[in-house]
């Protein structure tokens, strides 16, 4: 059975599959109807804790171009504000890890390189709002409404790659921390990075949904 199929199924562990599946395969982008987004909705409000309240009003299926899954990207209110944003369920529903060690290195690496920056990136993209309007529809946006991102012909993760196959991958050391997220610990290669970064990154204000519709390059 196809990952659909598995969804559209009316048992709850085949259900439950399918939605992994949906997570985990480079399935093409579509919309997830009625009855399948109420399902979505019960998985996430039982097992997801920071989304326990929030009302689930449209599921989109979005091939993530960095790493080996799909994002949910999700129209849903939660404490009474309507949003649009990528609902991060990966570690909710086990998305199944590359087993190269190499590839499971890097995509840790990958993380934490986005992760350093994103400081950077919010002081940025207060200067932005100085001129509050997105750049690809030109509709007024606030911080709320509005995405950062990467445009020009380097996007983040050309950018990351790039600056980890200069270093080489062996060259990073990891360590655990509680929660989600390794942390690099070589000083030197962080600061690196964050100079690189500000340097090459050409970063652009879009409003949500320009930024979560937008097509990907190379």
């Not at 129209?75 to 369920?89: C, M």
């Not at 990966?90 to 590359?98: D, E, F, I, R, V």
Request: aromatic letters at 8%; a neutral charge.
């Amino acid at each position: 059975m196809t990952a659909l199929e598995l969804f559209n199924s009316q048992n709850f562990t085949k259900r439950k599959g399918g939605l992994v599946l949906l997570l985990n395969t480079n399935h093409s982008c579509g919309i997830l109807d009625t009855a399948d987004k109420e399902y979505f909705s019960l998985i996430i409000n039982a097992h997801h804790h920071s989304h326990m309240d929030t009302m689930f009003h449209k599921v989109r299926i979005q091939k993530n171009p960095t790493f080996d899954h799909n994002n949910f990207v999700c129209v849903f209110t939660k404490g009474g504000l309507k949003s649009e944003s990528i609902v991060g369920i990966g570690s909710t529903l086990k998305a199944t890890p590359n087993r190269d060690p190499l590839i499971i290195k890097r995509n840790k690496v990958l993380h934490f390189l986005r992760f350093s920056v994103g400081y950077d990136m919010s002081y940025k993209k207060i200067e932005l709002l100085k001129t509050p309007t997105c750049k690809q529809c030109g509709c007024g946006v606030t911080h709320e409404t509005s995405h950062i991102d990467h445009t020009g012909e380097l996007e983040f993760r050309h950018i990351a790659n790039n600056f980890i196959d200069d270093v080489g991958l062996q060259g990073f050391t990891l360590e655990e921390f509680p929660g989600n997220l390794d942390f690099v610990t070589n000083g030197n290669i962080v600061d690196a990075w964050k100079i690189h970064h500000e340097e090459v990154a050409e970063l652009q204000l879009l409003c949500v949904k320009c930024n979560l519709t937008k097509t990907k390059g190379w």
